[in-house]
């Protein structure tokens, strides 16, 4: 599946992005989605996924309570609702998908090419 991530910016500490994540072809509904976030000099960690039909999600403990992710698969879209963010959330960020129920960086076999977030202080 091909995805292009979108909605990144500047923006100040405390405020609110939402990203989407749209992805071509007609079986997104099989996928298993994640968002993942890689800043300056880091590796590329997990920050959130969701199931097929959204029943399920997860979160990193460093997000939860702030970020929530949904899809809509009519849309073939994937979102992350971003709030209260912080400084230190600042990376690029990519979607992926996988056909595991894992959250595995390395079972996420197709990456969206990741929009950039950077909060300032």
């Known amino acids: 599946v091909q995805l292009q991530a979108s909605g990144g910016g500047l923006v100040q500490a405390g405020g609110s992005l939402g990203l989407s994540c749209a992805a071509s072809?007609?079986?997104?509904?099989?996928?298993?989605m994640g968002w993942f976030c890689q800043a300056p000099g880091k590796e590329r960690d997990f920050v959130s996924g969701i199931s097929w039909s959204g029943e399920y999600t997860y979160y990193a403990d460093s997000v939860k309570g702030r970020f929530t992710i949904s899809r809509d698969n009519a849309k073939n879209t994937v979102y992350l609702q971003m709030n209260n963010l912080k400084p230190e959330d600042t990376a690029v960020y990519y979607c992926?998908?996988?056909?595991?129920?894992?959250?595995?960086?390395?079972?996420?076999?197709?990456w969206g090419q990741g929009t950039l977030v950077t909060i300032s202080s």
């Open positions: 072809g007609r079986t997104f509904s099989s996928y298993v």
């Open positions: 992926a998908a996988t056909r595991t129920t894992s959250w595995s960086r390395a079972q996420f076999h197709d």
